[in-house]
């Protein structure tokens, strides 16, 4: 059978097992509300896992039935896609729409713009194509499920800025970084990609606390929460919680809300938040109101230095993108510091969770294989979700990405020894660690 043959077949296979799996819960791409299954919550994984396929079929299916030309000038031109999407988050269109009672046309849009009427057509008629908007009748524009989530309020329009400002300025320098003999092996931010490109010797974080980096700062703080939110739904019900133990040890905890949010679906965890002494007035103001857990020690906020030997005995310690800020030997000092207390309770595990750099390997023989069957199990979903994401972090606040056998052997350096793969209904994933045999530590630890 030919390739597209198979892919046109695996799809019509997958798509009657989603539509068996959600009965009469099929989504919609009209209504400006979200699809609660799919936005909100995680759809059953068998519904979820057949979507994966059908996404990367159509994916392939797309690259298949597009001649040589259209693709090449369509990936080289995507950079559009970003410019409109910064137009309709800067210009509020989807707020507009609503204040104009749900329906606009491109003459009012304009007008309540102050733009020229055929460069924002431009833009609308694209974004349109792309299915975020809805053009109801000829230069008729109403919100659909994705645009709506572009209100004020919800944090994805000041998300959508990050990206389409500073961090599509940024990407230009991802190329002269990759050639320049002095940078190109480096992950430190301060010579990455955005440095290079805005003239700074330091990363985006120390830059944000500058007048330069006000405006970005103002940004990242709306939009940072909302890329966060995206996650936690996955994080709170992707791993089998009740199942480890008591007490979780979020290790580089940042502000504390994630393991917060864990805590609130699985209220019978203690958790143990560490970050450096800075962060701690910032984890206390996410825990404001739990000062009765923090009491009774259900809630602990330690000062911890990550580089420095675990004191805390857990069940689990929960590392959040923390090994994506270092080289590989340091990412594995950090996790070699949790053996003194692995030792104390072997049994514990040790979580790391990151995005899951994904790869399709297609060989000779799986030449007309659809795609969906030569995604290897153990990566992130939403593949091309993921790989821009990796990129667009890297390019904004440096670190290296990995894939899962990278981050084995991380792990494995460290004298861990891989247990489990957990794979997220998101672009993240996690990687579950046990303490190595003696024996099989590497003989330094
Ligand atoms: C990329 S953030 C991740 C935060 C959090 N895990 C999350 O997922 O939101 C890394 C965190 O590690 C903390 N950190 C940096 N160096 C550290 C160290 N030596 N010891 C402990 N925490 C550290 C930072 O303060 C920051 O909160």
Redesign the pocket.
């Known amino acids: 059978m030919t390739l597209l043959q198979n892919l046109l077949d695996d799809i019509a296979v997958q798509g009657r097992l989603v539509q068996e799996t959600l009965v009469s819960d099929t989504g919609h791409l009209f209504e400006p509300r979200p699809w609660k299954t799919y936005d909100q919550e995680l759809p059953p994984r068998r519904a979820w896992e057949a979507s994966q396929k059908i996404i990367a079929d159509c994916e392939e299916l797309i690259a298949l039935l597009t001649p040589t030309k259209v693709k090449l000038v369509t990936e080289c031109t995507a950079n559009n896609s970003t410019v409109g999407l910064g137009v309709a988050a800067d210009l509020k269109i989807a707020d507009k729409i609503i204040e104009n009672g749900g329906e606009a046309t491109l003459a009012q849009l304009a007008r309540a713009c102050n733009t020229d009427e055929h460069k924002l057509g431009s833009v609308m008629h694209m974004l349109c194509h792309r299915h975020i908007f809805v053009e109801v009748a000829p230069d008729v524009f109403r919100n659909n499920r994705h645009s709506y989530e572009l209100r004020s309020g919800t944090g994805a329009a000041e998300m959508m800025l990050v990206e389409t400002e500073e961090g599509y300025k940024a990407g230009l320098g991802w190329l002269p970084t990759m050639k320049s003999p002095e940078r190109m092996h480096e992950i430190d931010p301060a010579k990455g990609a955005f440095a290079q490109v805005f003239g700074v010797d330091v990363g985006v974080l120390p830059w944000l606390d500058t007048p330069e980096g006000a405006n970005l700062g103002r940004k990242f703080s709306v939009g940072v929460p909302w890329l966060?939110s995206i996650t936690v739904v996955a994080t709170r019900t992707d791993l089998p919680w009740d199942a480890y133990g008591t007490t979780v040890c979020?290790?580089?905890?940042?502000?504390?809300?994630?393991?917060l949010d864990v805590k609130k679906k699985h209220p019978h965890l203690n958790i143990v938040c560490?970050?450096?002494a800075?962060?701690i007035p910032?984890i206390r103001e996410t825990f404001k109101g739990y000062e009765k857990s923090m009491k009774t020690g259900e809630i602990d906020i330690q000062v911890?230095?990550?580089?420095?030997p675990q004191e805390t005995v857990a069940d689990v310690y929960?590392?959040?993108?923390?090994v994506?800020?270092y080289e590989d030997e340091v990412s594995a000092r950090?996790l070699a510091q949790l053996i003194p207390a692995l030792r104390k309770n072997p049994k514990a595990k040790v979580l790391v969770?990151e995005l899951i750099v994904p790869s399709l390997i297609t060989s000779p023989t799986t030449a007309d294989t659809p795609a969906s069957r030569r995604l290897p199990p153990a990566q992130s979903g939403y593949p091309t979700t993921c790989h821009m994401m990796s990129l667009s972090t890297m390019v904004l606040?440096g670190?290296k990405e990995r894939t899962f056998r990278d981050i084995v052997k991380i792990g494995e350096s460290a004298g861990l020894k891989f247990s489990k793969f957990h794979q997220f209904r998101m672009f993240t994933g996690t990687v579950e660690f046990e303490l190595a045999p003696e024996s099989q530590r590497p003989s330094r630890l």
């Open positions: 966060s979020d290790v580089g905890c940042g502000p504390g809300s994630v393991i560490q970050d450096l800075p962060m910032v911890h230095d990550y580089f420095t929960w590392l959040r993108g923390v994506r800020d950090i969770n606040m670190g």
